[in-house]
């Protein structure tokens, strides 16, 4: 599975038809046991954005008022913790993602992962680790860094040894034909 997981990816897997649905079953259900006051109310977003970052290839954001992280998905833009319920409150707050989404997720998926043991896609990426590079992006970073970290230019990658071999080389191999 070549992909990032989201809130949709969870929400699927709870069989929920989306990101929103997903929330208020589950803040509705926290409030039944008492961990939180109010639920989301289905409909108000607002307050400041949370920006949104990759960690191990999951789409997440933190909460501002808690800290704990809740998967977040850039076609249903939401966030609602359901470990304090947005401090209490019936809204949500926009997720903000930045204007290079799609080639900051493309440059992200060009990393291999090895996939770990587990029930579904979302465990074998939690139990997964990268062959190289980390599936990991913060906010302010550009997709042209992470292509750059993909594939370091190549007189970068190579000087060391071009350096360490050019006395032995001299101008021999070039004029031997
Ligand atoms: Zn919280």
Redesign the pocket.
């Known amino acids: 599975m070549n992909r990032l997981i989201t809130a949709k990816d969870i929400a699927k897997r709870d069989n929920m038809i989306g990101v929103g649905a997903w929330i208020r079953s589950a803040s509705a259900r926290q409030v039944q046991l008492k961990r939180i006051t109010v639920a989301w109310d289905g409909r108000t977003v607002n307050g400041e954005p949370v920006q949104a970052f990759v960690n191990t290839g999951r789409v997440l954001a933190q ?1 501002p ?4 992280h809740e998967y977040v998905d850039d076609q249903e833009p939401i966030f609602y ?1 359901t ?5 209490g409150s019936v809204a949500a707050r926009p997720v903000e993602f930045p204007e290079d989404w799609g080639e900051i997720k493309a440059a992200l998926l060009k990393r291999p992962i090895v996939e770990g043991f587990g029930r579904n896609e979302i465990e074998k990426v939690l139990n997964s680790k990268p062959e190289n590079l980390a599936r990991d992006w913060r906010p302010g970073v550009k997709a042209e860094e992470l292509e750059e970290e993909n594939d370091p230019p190549v007189a970068e990658a190579t000087s060391p040894q071009i350096a360490g071999g050019h006395g032995d080389l001299g101008g021999e191999e070039v004029s031997h034909d």
């Open positions: 909460c008022i808690c800290g704990r913790c470990t304090c319920g947005n401090g």
